[in-house]
């Protein structure tokens, strides 16, 4: 393979054959994405303070799938301090999506919830934005891992 490259580039055509070698690596080549892996799905994105636009830690984010009355899952976690969340999560079939987040501070608890597709396609990673209306002067919430 290296001695093909050397009189590629001994007869000028070098640069171009390595630039459509390279594309044809790029094309070919397949890293799973988070929540591509074997029928799952994936949740990320950020939570942020609605006022500020500043990321809120500690707020914890649900993402729910129910089924009838009684049913389903839950599956919690903690957003990071740049308000990050991810989740990569198995879809249950006949389930209804939905998320929440919330924040527990001194002076309130503010909450949001973000639409889903209610039908979420495997081997797919979505992302959702939350904006709390969190209180005054308050950037994180109280009983995260590193809250107070």
């Known amino acids: 393979m290296a001695s093909m490259f050397r009189s590629l580039a001994r007869s000028g055509c070098g640069s171009h054959a390595l630039r459509i070698l390279v594309l044809v690596i790029a094309v070919m080549w397949k890293s799973p994405a988070y929540g591509q892996i074997d029928g799952h799905i994936g949740l990320e994105g950020r939570v942020f303070d609605r006022a500020t636009g500043r990321p809120v830690?500690?707020?914890v984010v649900a993402f729910n799938q129910r089924i009838g009355e009684i049913g389903g899952s839950t599956s919690y976690i903690v957003t990071d301090s740049e308000g990050?969340?991810?989740?990569?999560?198995?879809?249950?079939?006949?389930?209804?999506?939905?998320?929440?987040?919330?924040c527990e501070t001194p002076k309130g608890n503010p909450e949001s919830t973000a639409p889903l597709y209610s039908f979420?396609?495997?081997?797919?990673?979505?992302?959702?934005?939350?904006?709390?209306?969190?209180?005054?002067?308050?950037t994180r919430c109280r009983f995260g891992p590193s809250g107070n």
């Open 120 to 138: 979420l396609r495997p081997e797919t990673t979505y992302r959702r934005d939350f904006y709390l209306a969190m209180p005054r002067r308050q």
């Open 57 to 59: 830690q500690d707020a």
């Open 84 to 102: 990050f969340y991810q989740f990569d999560v198995r879809p249950l079939e006949g389930a209804i999506p939905s998320m929440l987040v919330t």
